[in-house]
């Protein structure tokens, strides 16, 4: 439980803020489809022998550039590019599967989440990519902010926001893999755009939905955990849940639900790129 904990508040407070570069950028979606994507590296991972956050690490990042170029280069919408790399991840890991003679034992972990599936080895992978995920996102992060609310005047001020749009991608691609063995592949997109969406109904100023969205996803993890371990029933589904009815509470009584849009100043953020 104490490996779970740790690894809960790394996973929380790091899907948290990329959630809210996702949510800015109007990209929640494609969450679910690296996710599952994932299920193809997971699967090959058990075929092959070889570590399952490395073959699942290599799907997801390969499905997130992938959407991203697909979108960007062939003139697909979004929604259309997510949907064929979600089949083609689940399809490939439905394919390794079979290929693999007995039962998985752990399948079931990666697929719903478990808080008795970490080891001290997916602990300390999940901090090393925690800490790389965090430091790229400080080295970036006033470029980041700055073409996440205006892609064009981004490109104009010089900003490299085709690179940076990819990096994101990359990052929110090994964030969604680290989260997989605890809240599970079929949920971990919920805990990407759960606690941004959350905290975008208490404020529209940047740096408070970047503190608010890591409290919020810090709170839904713990309390999620805690409450799977007392009563045994799925880690992933609690935490969802418990973000769900606090995102839905929030919506009913948030003191910005009467003004128009819910995402913060883009127009006075994005000149600035440095103000919260």
Do not use: C, N
């Amino acid at each position: 439980m104490q490996r779970a904990l740790i690894a809960g508040v790394l996973v929380s407070v790091l899907l948290s803020i990329l959630g809210f570069f996702v949510v800015l950028r109007k990209m929640s979606f494609i969450g679910v489809g690296i996710a599952h994507a994932a299920f193809g590296g997971v699967a090959l991972g058990h075929l092959l022998g070889i570590p399952v956050f490395l073959s699942a690490s290599v799907f997801s990042v390969a499905a997130g550039l992938g959407i991203g170029a697909v979108t960007r280069r062939g003139r697909i919408k979004e929604d259309t590019a997510i949907g064929i790399f979600f089949a083609a991840g689940m399809a490939l890991g439905v394919l390794f599967l079979s290929l693999k003679p007995g039962y998985i034992t752990d399948l079931a972990s990666y697929l719903f989440g478990s808080i008795l599936a970490v080891t001290p080895t997916d602990l300390w992978i999940i901090a090393a990519a925690a800490f790389l995920i965090l430091v790229l996102l400080a080295l970036f992060f006033k470029e980041l902010i700055a073409s996440s609310f205006d892609a064009e005047l981004a490109r104009a001020s010089g900003i490299p926001e085709g690179f940076l749009f990819y990096l994101l991608l990359g990052l929110v691609s090994l964030g969604i893999v680290s989260a997989i063995k605890l809240v599970g592949i079929i949920l971990v997109s919920a805990l990407l755009v759960l606690p941004a969406a959350t905290a975008l109904q208490w404020s529209r100023r940047y740096g408070w939905v970047l503190a608010l969205s890591a409290l919020f996803g810090l709170a839904y993890t713990v309390s999620g955990l805690a409450i799977s371990y007392w009563i045994d029933i799925p880690s992933g589904a609690t935490i969802v849940i418990l973000g769900t009815a606090v995102f839905l509470l929030s919506l009913a009584i948030s003191p910005l639900r009467r003004r128009k849009g819910s995402h913060p100043d883009r127009t006075r953020s994005a000149r600035s790129g440095t103000t919260g």
